[in-house]
Each structure stands twice: as structure tokens, then as C-alpha cells.
């Protein structure tokens, strides 16, 4: 029986110089999954929030309705929402020229929520989030409560800044176009 020699430039094996090359790679690889697990990319809101204690003056002087985004950091549709809406550069442009928005965070996490922000979930009756609250100076208010996609909340704020403009004189008036 003859002894098969091996062929350094058979198909069949692999030069040890690729070897190294793909473990070299796969270390990169994991590497990289590591340092990205401890470093993520955080995307900055698009959204001009305004504090909530200037949100009632601030909406007079631009009659502009008040946009209340009742959210949590530990909530899964508040992070997708936040994603897909807020930071979302057409939409929260349309949404900044149109509303006076402020976000209420709610941190039980960390002790007791600030009593401002227990105070505004108490008035609008808030009992999950996310929950948009469109708000008008005379406590005239709709809500959208849950996220199910960015579609589902512009048509959401387009209604009501329709139904707003169309109801009284002094309400506010669309500034751009829609974001579909």
C-alpha cells in the first residue's frame, strides 16, 4: 500500500497561514462584540424636551399644544418608540414645529419619582407606557397608550393637531407637512 504524501497546494488542506489569518479575524470579531456590549452607541434624541415646569407658559406664548411622552427607561416599547420616533430625524423635526414636547420619566428604580412627575401621572391618570398625552390649555386632552410602530403615533399626532386646528381659532395650525 503506498504512503499518501500530502500536497501543500491540495484544496484539501489548509495552509497554516489561513488558519492563523481566520483565527486572527474571529479574535477581532469577539473583541469587538465585547467592547460594543460595554460601549453601546447611544442615539441622541432629535426632540427639543422641555422641562415640564415651562411647558404651560412656553405653549401660550406659541400656541402650541403641549405633547406629554409619559416613559420609563426600563420599559421595552418606551426604548422602541424612542428609537423609531424621537430620534427619528423627520418626525421629530414635524413633531418640535408643531407641540411643546415634555418627557416625564418615570425612575421608581431610583426611590420615589421627583413629586412634579408623580403630580402630572396622577393628573393624566397614567397606568402604563409609554402613554402621549396631546394637551391643550384648557385640559382638553387625548392619549395614545402602548407603542406599536412610528406609523401607529404620527397619525396619532396628526389627527389631533388636525382635530386641534379645526375646533377653535386660536389653536394651532400645522407648520410642515405630515410625516407618514
Known amino acids: 500500500m503506498p504512503i499518501l504524501k500530502s500536497n501543500p497546494y491540495s484544496a484539501k488542506v489548509m495552509p497554516p497561514w489561513m488558519v492563523g489569518i481566520t483565527l486572527l479575524l474571529f479574535a477581532a470579531l469577539v473583541g469587538a462584540g465585547f467592547y460594543q456590549r460595554q460601549h453601546p452607541v447611544v442615539l ?3 426632540i427639543q424636551w422641555v422641562p415640564a415646569e415651562q411647558a404651560q407658559k412656553a405653549a ?3 400656541k ?3 405633547l406629554y411622552d409619559f416613559s420609563a ?3 421595552p416599547p418606551s426604548k422602541q418608540m424612542r428609537r423609531d420616533v424621537f430620534k427619528n430625524r423627520e418626525a421629530s423635526d414635524w413633531i418640535n414645529q408643531n407641540f411643546i ?3 416625564v420619566l418615570d425612575r421608581p428604580g431610583l426611590g420615589e419619582n421627583d413629586p412634579a ?3 402630572l401621572q396622577k393628573k393624566f391618570e397614567i397606568e402604563a407606557f409609554p402613554t402621549l398625552i396631546v394637551w391643550v390649555a384648557d385640559d382638553k386632552s387625548q392619549r395614545e397608550v402602548g407603542y406599536s410602530d412610528k406609523t401607529q ?3 396619532f399626532l396628526q389627527g389631533e393637531l388636525a382635530f386641534l386646528a379645526t375646533a377653535a381659532s386660536s389653536t ?9
Do not use: F, G, N
Open 44 to 46: 441622541k434624541d432629535l
Open 172 to 180: 394651532p395650525t400645522v407648520v410642515s407637512t405630515p410625516v407618514k
Open 117 to 119: 412627575i408623580t403630580e
Open 73 to 75: 427607561d426600563w420599559c
Open 153 to 155: 403615533i404620527m397619525r
Open 101 to 103: 414636547p415634555v418627557k
Open 60 to 62: 401660550a406664548a406659541l
Open 64 to 66: 402650541k399644544p403641549i
